[in-house]
């Protein structure tokens, strides 16, 4: 009996050690395979972290290129400004100083007209630039008012020329979400209008009324003016950047690309019609939707 | 005849400002080329002008600076605003100008503003600035 125990005790011994061992070499293959896993992870990892290394390598870069175009952007228009402002000094005390109203006034106007309109442009460059970085604030504003004003001041600056401009609206109190960067919408159009215009007396009627759009409540402006009109490939072009660069568009510069991101940021629209329906020559229409509030 | 300080580093700038000022009636009482000088020079004036024209960006120290410390001294004085950097209006204004005006600006411009401030000057009852 003693020695068949034994002999059934060795047996469970044996097969003790044999599943041991399969444990043992299970083990052992689970390790290795766990150490290959884990330099896949630290490999992965490193590659990681040189990708990560490299991406703020291309931040500080952009940063750096950011501030630099920053920092010529505030240099150009602050030094150009004082050369313009010299300028402009100088024509104006010899538009006073020289008597006769001959072809010296006239050419002394001329590049007074341009020099004011270089400032103008350095002036939209800014303020597109600052449009395009930040979140502007929207308010309740009232801009019937602004609107008049922009108006007179419009009008103010073309003393020795007649305008006429009238205003058709639903009402004297309109109240809409803007940014004081309104009123250089109206001037903008206002002044293209104007320029734009071959007529011997240029003529602008803005007309305002309400719409409703989706569910939302618009006031809706139209500045039709007897300009020399858009064509409708130009409709849309007119409003972008680097357009000027074709001949053809002498003279829109930036003022435009301002007026609609300045829209596009009150969350309204902008857009181009005929004044009269088909026949672009007779003038433009510009049209705004501004959303309106209570 | 009015005194009018100027306070501009660019030459040319000098040069047309007191050819302005003077065919329009007025007489400069002094020409600073930075913030430095201009506080200086005012310290230095037994008469002081009622009006200062005043740049920003200058060498030694800035418009805005030199403002504060002009002020301290006689907190009557108009100090006009006539830089090339529009954004330091709110600024300007918040620290007493009397008002702020990009450049370029027009004769008519510089001349309006200069007869509003010494409107306001002399009539202390007025608006202290002129702001827009």
Redesign the interface.
């Known amino acids: 009996m003693r020695i068949e125990e034994n002999k059934d005790n060795k047996e469970d011994l044996n097969e003790i050690k044999a599943h041991l061992k399969q444990e043992i070499s299970k083990r052992i293959q689970l390790e290795n395979e766990l150490n290959i896993a884990l330099d896949e992870l630290n490999l992965s990892n490193t590659e990681y972290l040189s990708a990560i290394r490299k991406l703020e390598g291309y931040k500080d870069n952009l940063n750096k290129a950011y501030n630099r175009a920053e920092f010529y952007k505030d240099l150009f228009s602050h030094d150009i400004n004082n050369i313009l402002q010299a300028i402009l000094s100088g024509m104006q005390l010899c538009e006073a100083e020289i008597d006769d109203e001959g072809e010296i006034q006239k050419d002394i106007r001329i590049i007074i007209s341009q020099v004011l309109r270089g400032a103008n442009l350095v002036l939209n460059i800014r303020k597109l630039s600052q449009l395009e970085e930040i979140e502007i604030s929207l308010k309740r504003t009232e801009i019937y008012n602004i609107l008049i004003n922009s108006i007179d001041f419009v009008k103010n600056s073309y003393q020795d020329k007649k305008i006429k401009i009238t205003v058709d609206s639903v009402s004297k109190q309109l109240y809409v979400q803007v940014n004081e960067l309104i009123r250089d919408v109206f001037e903008n159009i206002l002044y293209n209008a104007i320029k734009h215009n071959k007529s011997v007396i240029p003529e602008i009627e803005v007309k305002i009324s309400k719409e409703q759009k989706l569910d939302v409540n618009y006031l809706k402006m139209e500045f039709h003016d007897n300009g020399v009109g858009i064509s409708d490939p130009r409709k849309e072009k007119v409003f972008q950047r680097g357009y000027g660069k074709n001949k053809n568009v002498q003279g829109m510069g930036l003022g435009l690309s301002l007026v609609k991101t300045i829209i596009e940021k009150c969350h309204g629209e902008i857009w181009i019609e005929d004044r009269v329906n088909g026949d672009y020559s007779k003038g433009s229409n510009f049209v705004l939707l501004i959303p309106e509030v209570n | 005849m009015e005194k009018i300080f100027i306070v501009d580093d660019?030459p040319?700038?000098q040069y047309?400002?007191k050819?302005?000022l003077e065919?329009n009636g007025f007489e400069v009482a002094g020409i600073a080329e930075n913030g430095v000088e201009a506080i200086n020079m005012f310290k230095s004036f037994s008469n002081k002008p009622k009006i200062i024209i005043m740049d920003h960006?200058m060498p030694e120290k800035t418009g805005i600076e030199a403002t504060k410390e002009i002020l301290q001294i006689d907190k009557r004085v108009k100090i006009l605003f006539f830089s090339?950097?529009?954004s330091i209006k709110e600024e300007a204004y918040s620290i007493g100008a009397f008002s702020f005006n990009?450049?370029?600006?027009?004769?008519n411009c510089l001349i309006n503003n200069i007869n509003k401030a010494l409107e306001c000057y002399n009539s202390p009852h007025l608006m202290n600035t002129i702001k827009e």
Do not use: S
């Open positions: 660019e040319t700038l047309f400002y050819k302005i065919l960006r090339a950097d529009i990009v450049k370029p600006f027009t004769i």
